[in-house]
């Protein structure tokens, strides 16, 4: 499964269940109030409507085991503020609906059966949850999971994960608290005090031939990215998905785009709508284009991480103003961190 375009099918979910993981983290079974779910890759996120004001898409990591298509579980942490839909999200009820997308997302483990390394922070842990899972179905395979957090208050999943142990010789399983003290050693809740670093990571890992998937606050990410890779991990098989919190300011418009249409400005189609107009260059990317047209594409993260934004390009050349984690399929864009180099017709 790959990124989907912009309107995708809807789904209308029910709250199966409602569990609460730690003080600031709850987990909802989302079931399919008529029908069946639809099926996601270990690592993918579901989109959800929630009407905010700043997004039109609400995107949550689906924490679940990918073979049971029963429900649908997120795991949510209360942002300060009640930021991003957490506070609705926590206020949910068995028996409550939401409307949602199918899942979507390329942050996915990888089909083969090398080495896995995955590196999370915080509630970063969502999509790893869901790929040990999955990686439980190949027992044997090496896995390390390193996992970070504040301290044994902040840690969630502590049954499920030592279920998972059980099962995969092949794991090894670390955690670490920053702020943790030597009983939680002795009671075996963290193997690690302080931060991952890589002097930690050297220690543990050879390196060689593994595939590292990251998540977590940007931050955290950076610094373990580039630990890995001053250990020779080569970038190519580092994988990583955002859990930064707010989203990321708007990219500034590139310069040139930024004097005003001339006479040669592109023109761009919106084919589905049939709306076109010329692009002058005072909107930073294709999507606040969009939006001044009074179109409404979906969107999220405004930052190119999420995928939400994904549309396809029916002609023209456009340019991404932001380096991509993960480029869209062939043939699709994303919107928000998009500027034409022509004419463009886009699929919207
Ligand atoms: S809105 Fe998230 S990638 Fe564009």
């Known amino acids: 499964m790959t990124a989907e375009p912009a309107r995708a099918a809807a789904l209308t979910l029910e709250v199966a269940e409602r569990v609460a993981e730690s003080a600031a983290v709850v987990s909802l079974r989302l079931r399919a109030a008529a029908g069946e779910l639809p099926p996601f890759l270990p690592g993918q996120h579901l989109p959800l409507r929630l009407n905010l004001p700043e997004r039109s898409l609400a995107t949550y990591t689906i924490s679940s085991d990918p073979g049971d298509l029963s429900a649908y579980r997120l795991s949510v942490k209360l942002e300060p503020g009640g930021k991003g ?31 896995v390394l995955l590196l999370t922070g915080g509630i970063g842990i969502t999509p790893a949850l869901s790929m040990l899972h999955a990686l439980a179905r190949q027992p044997d395979r090496p896995v390390v999971f390193l996992h970070a957090c504040r301290s044994r208050d902040d840690l969630c999943f502590a049954e499920e994960l030592a ?19 030597a009983a939680d050693l002795e009671t075996a809740r963290c193997q690690h005090l302080g931060l991952i670093d890589r002097a930690l990571l050297r220690r543990l890992l050879p390196l060689d031939a593994w595939q590292a998937y990251l998540c977590g606050p940007d931050g955290f990410m950076a610094a373990m990215r580039a630990a890995l890779a001053s250990l020779g991990l080569p970038d190519g098989e580092i994988r990583q998905e955002s859990f930064g919190g707010a989203p990321a300011p708007v990219p500034a418009a590139p310069a040139a785009r930024a004097a005003g249409a001339t006479a040669d400005a592109p023109t761009i189609r919106f084919a589905r709508s049939g709306t076109e107009a010329v692009w002058d260059g005072s ?23 999420c995928g939400s934004c994904a549309c396809r390009r029916l002609d023209g050349e456009t340019e991404h103003t932001e380096e991509l984690i993960d480029s869209p399929p ?19």
């Open 163 to 181: 279920g998972l142990e059980a099962r995969m010789p092949g794991l090894t399983r670390i955690t670490v608290f920053a702020e943790g003290s």
């Open 85 to 115: 839909g957490s506070r609705h999200l926590h206020g949910l009820q068995p028996g409550d609906q939401l409307q949602a997308e199918v899942p979507r997302g390329r942050f996915v483990l990888q089909e083969d059966d090398r080495p």
């Open 283 to 305: 909107q930073p990317s294709l999507l606040d284009f969009a939006e001044a047209q009074g179109l409404s594409p979906d969107f999220s993260c405004r930052a190119g991480i």
């Open 330 to 348: 062939e043939g699709e864009i994303l919107l928000c961190c998009s500027v034409p180099k022509g004419d463009v017709v886009l699929d919207l």
